[in-house]
């Protein structure tokens, strides 16, 4: 059975699924390495021993600190990054934070399409620890 929680916190809104949580970060914020701490605490609380894809769905306008993702690819059971977007300003951002980011890091127009790609990452990550 699918468990589904949300946290409404102060300048974003956070959406878990069973693969995948969904981050959607309010207009004006910026992300700095110490909100990492709170990802921290929700992955660990969610995702005990098992593989979790980070989808940043940027609907509003909001900057990160580049060096938020040097201790983001410190979580071990985070596998990606997924970063929604159509506006072309937040994908060039997206890709320039894409060299801070050690782990697979794509950009997709639609969250649905993100979440496809999360699907499959997490089933090749699957198939390599049958192996």
Do not use: C
Not at 30 to 39: F, G
């Amino acid at each position: 059975m699918s468990m589904f929680h949300h946290y409404d916190l102060k300048g974003a809104k956070i959406f878990i699924f069973d693969e995948f949580l969904v981050n959607q970060i309010e207009e004006g914020v910026t992300v700095t390495p110490k909100d990492n701490a709170i990802l921290i605490e929700i992955i660990d609380k969610h995702f005990t021993n098992k593989p979790v894809i980070y989808i940043s769905n940027r609907h509003f306008s909001y900057s990160v600190d580049p060096l938020t993702y040097l201790a983001t690819s410190e979580i071990h059971n985070l596998l990606a990054i997924a970063i929604v977007s159509d506006k072309p300003v937040a994908r060039d951002n997206a890709l320039y934070e894409s060299n801070f980011y050690s782990r697979p890091f794509k950009i997709f127009d639609t969250l649905s399409l993100a979440m496809e790609w999360v699907h499959k990452v997490i089933l090749q990550e699957y198939d390599a620890y049958r192996k």
